[in-house]
């Protein structure tokens, strides 16, 4: 945008179409909705509420705000980051350039450990998350079942910081954060009835060819094992006989065509049932398997 262009009187009409317009003449997907969101952020008001003044004018200070965030964007960005937040399950999730933007897949993942808690007759279920991220898991989990006692962990402090602010954010007192290395000894003796990951799992070969979004926005050590993609599941589903109660279930996000492997790390450790979720483009995303039956109270 030139000094000539915000120069002249911009509405709130006037920069939606310019911006929406510019956006995708450079390629962006989505380049209305980026452009109203960020008018919006801009102006602290709902999206709903720029198509109700379109012929409000902008000042100067919210120009310049404007072309900030709008730059930031050109330079591929993600507008999660920049607003600072995101949805996931209905909540609103704070997120940065330290966790890993949550993704309508994960809410897959999400969705069916709500359910296999619900198949667990336990009265306090205890639920593991491992690499919490943003906490956006355990914050559902949290939020949808008062009674369970969820421990997120991660090796990242700057992630746990963002996942400590969402836990406040959303006034839980049942999610308890934790600093580990799931490489190394740092759960002790615990056990839980619910094992959840959504670990890093593109391989080192495929990350150079994400999108830059991804590749040079995100960390790396939420994104890639820097090796063939396995090293979490293989870690985590190795644990699985000391760190799961008899009767609960472990799960696991998985990449595209990755459920097969993962399904077969589950089968050699014992976990006898396993269930496999499609998401909405039909990829095989989600997988869960039991160590025995559902747990009951008493497990």
């Known amino acids: 945008m030139s000094t000539a262009q915000l120069a002249q009187q911009w509405t709130v009409l006037s920069l939606l179409e310019w911006g929406s317009s510019y956006l995708s003449g450079k390629g962006f997907d989505e380049a209305r909705l980026t452009v109203d969101l960020l008018l919006a952020h801009v102006l602290h008001v709902k999206r709903l509420d720029l198509y109700l003044q379109f012929d409000r004018p902008l000042t100067a200070d919210e120009l310049a705000g404007f072309k900030q965030l709008f730059r930031r964007r050109l330079g591929h960005e993600p507008l999660q980051y920049i607003l600072g937040e995101t949805e996931f399950m209905g909540l609103a999730i704070t997120v940065n350039s330290s966790v890993l933007i949550p993704r309508p897949?994960?809410?897959?993942?999400?969705?069916?450990a709500l359910e296999a808690c619900?198949?667990?007759?336990v009265p306090s279920l205890r639920i593991l998350d491992v690499g919490t991220g943003s906490g956006n898991i355990a914050v559902v989990l949290g939020s949808r079942l008062p009674q369970a006692q969820i421990v997120a962990i991660d090796t990242s402090a700057l992630a746990l910081e963002t996942a400590r602010e969402n836990i406040a954010r959303h006034g839980l007192r049942n999610v308890e954060i934790d600093q580990v290395d799931i490489f190394g000894e740092g759960l002790g003796n615990r056990r839980f009835h619910l094992i959840v990951s959504n670990p890093p799992y593109v391989s080192r070969s495929e990350f150079e060819a994400l999108q830059p979004e991804i590749r040079d926005f995100e960390p790396r050590i939420a994104t890639t094992d820097d090796g063939d993609g396995l090293s979490f599941y293989r870690r985590?589903?190795?644990?699985?006989?000391?760190?799961?109660?008899?009767?609960?279930?472990?799960m696991f996000e998985v990449g595209h065509g990755q459920s097969e492997a993962v399904s077969g790390l589950m089968r050699a450790a014992g976990l006898s049932r396993r269930e496999w979720f499609q998401d909405d483009a039909?990829?095989?995303?989600?997988?869960?398997?039991?160590?025995?039956?559902?747990a009951t109270e008493g497990a």
């Open 105 to 112: 897949e994960t809410e897959l993942l999400a969705e069916r």
């Open 118 to 121: 619900a198949a667990m007759t």
């Open 236 to 250: 985590i589903v190795g644990l699985s006989d000391s760190l799961l109660f008899p009767g609960g279930a472990l």
């Open 282 to 294: 039909g990829i095989l995303r989600v997988v869960r398997g039991w160590m025995g039956g559902p």
